[in-house]
């Protein structure tokens, strides 16, 4: 249980940043000149997103290693990335649909799980010195920016119906919660309650993209 509490965060991080690779894996190594890489709002999304799971991949390492002053001495870069993200986030969104009436639920609720995100990342930067809910709110942030990077996943491994597509993204995302709720139950028999709020918030924004 000890190598779970040491290690738990930082291979969830690695985990993330492979998905992402993963993902993007035609826009960064085997398809470099299509359009979009070469448009201005997805190289700054891209790059904002891609330093985003680098740090938390970093951010985990030092505390893994006891490396505190450095890890404090980043947490200011890690505001300012996560800032990023939402901004370049809603730059892609603004150019990309036109009104809310034209959004798909998909998008209607990656807006949703967005502003959460910022939401959380805020709520990570205010309880700093305490780790239990740091680091909860930065991983349950950063699940909710999963949308694009999943459904990416999804396509690269064969999903050719909505129902498979569906079944990947839920298996991928459910995974994600369902290994935080082992990790909090390992730890503290009880599942924390950014854990398990954040859960039902999750899936309450689907609901209530699937009606508005």
Not at 31 to 36: I, L, N
Not at 121 to 130: F, I, N
Not at 158 to 163: F, N
Not at 164 to 185: H, M, P, Q, R
Request: proline content about 2%; charged content about 15%; aromatic content about 20%.
């Amino acid at each position: 249980m000890d190598s779970l509490k040491r290690d738990y965060f930082f291979w969830v991080s690695v985990f993330l940043l492979v998905l992402s690779l993963i993902g993007f894996s035609d826009n960064l190594f085997f398809d470099v000149g299509q359009e979009s890489n070469s448009d201005p709002k997805f190289i700054v999304h891209g790059l904002f997103f891609l330093a985003w799971f680098l740090l938390l991949v970093g951010q985990s390492w030092h505390i893994r290693k006891k490396n505190y002053r450095t890890h404090i001495a980043l947490g200011s870069i890690g505001m300012l990335i996560g800032l990023g993200v939402v901004l370049s986030t809603f730059w892609v969104f603004v150019a990309v649909y036109e009104g809310w009436a034209v959004m798909p639920e998909h998008v209607k609720a990656n807006r949703f799980l967005t502003a959460s995100f910022a939401l959380l990342v805020l709520l990570a930067y205010l309880y700093r010195k305490y780790g239990a809910w740091h680091k909860r709110f930065l991983l349950m942030g950063t699940i909710y920016v999963l949308g694009p990077v999943i459904g990416r996943v999804a396509d690269k491994l064969g999903a050719e119906s909505l129902s498979t597509f569906v079944l990947y993204e839920a298996v991928i995302w459910n995974g994600l919660f369902i290994s935080l709720f082992i990790y909090d139950w390992s730890q503290h028999k009880t599942i924390h309650p950014i854990s398990w709020v954040g859960y039902l918030w999750f899936y309450g924004i689907w609901l209530l993209c699937s009606f508005v």
